[in-house]
Every structure is written in structure tokens, then in C-alpha cells.
Nanobody, 122 residues
Framework: QIRLAESGGGSVQSGESLRLSCTAS????????MAWFRQIPGQEREGVAL????????QYIDSVKGRFTISRSNTENKVFLQMNNLKPEDTGTYYC???????????????WGQGTRVSVSS
């Protein structure tokens, strides 16, 4: 059974950092592209960052460029999202995904975790 489990969310002040982790199990992790999505209250779910197998290609949405860093460990079956200089508009539930196709479109990501909550106060 394919499972993605996120951790690392929490409540922080504006300007602080969090590191999200996602552990994959139940499938051969290496060939999959991994991504982080978020759902901000009142908004559509949006792709934040993706990383292809072998970390050959990385993509971010404009609003997090220079602040967030995605990385992966194929030996540990994990993907990470380092989030620095957090802003109140980053508040939301963050989801880890796995897909055979690298995409920040929600419909193109087949496997999803349950999410971890991030709250940033000003």
C-alpha cells in the first residue's frame, strides 16, 4: 500500500523557519517525482515545489522562490521542504505528493499524504 506521511508542521512567528518531511512507503520511491502542495484557507490547492527523480529538475512557485528549498533522499525515501522567512500568507495545510509525471497541477499527482498544518502569525 502506497503511503505518504508528512511531519514538521507547526505554529511560528513571521520570519521564522520550519522544515517539513515526508516519508514514502509501499512503493519504489526513486523513479517518482515528488512535490509539495498547500491549501490556504479559502483558496484552491496549489503546487509549491517539485523535485524530479535524481533531483535533476526543481521548480518553485514565484511566491516561495528564495525562501523555500525542496530536497529528497532516495536512500531514506524522504522528501523535505525547508521553509525560511515564513509569512502569514504561507499559512495552510501542506501536502506531499508522488507522481510518475513531474507537475505542480494537483490533478496530475496521483498519490497524496494526509497533510501537515502550518500556521504563521504576524
Amino acid at each position: 500500500q502506497i503511503r505518504l506521511a508528512e511531519s514538521g508542521g507547526g505554529s511560528v512567528q513571521s520570519g521564522e523557519s520550519l522544515r517539513l518531511s515526508c516519508t514514502a512507503s509501499g512503493f519504489t520511491y526513486g523513479p517518482f517525482s515528488m512535490a509539495w502542495f498547500r491549501q490556504i484557507p479559502g483558496q484552491e490547492r496549489e503546487g509549491v515545489a517539485l523535485i524530479t527523480r535524481g533531483s535533476r529538475y526543481i521548480q518553485y512557485i514565484d511566491s516561495v522562490k528564495g525562501r523555500f528549498t525542496i530536497s529528497r533522499s532516495n536512500t531514506e525515501n524522504k522528501v523535505f521542504l525547508q521553509m525560511n522567512n515564513l509569512k502569514p500568507e504561507d499559512t495552510g495545510t501542506y501536502y506531499c505528493t508522488a507522481s510518475g509525471e513531474a507537475s505542480l497541477e494537483p490533478a496530475k499527482n496521483k498519490y497524496w499524504g494526509q497533510g501537515t498544518r502550518v500556521s504563521v502569525s504576524s
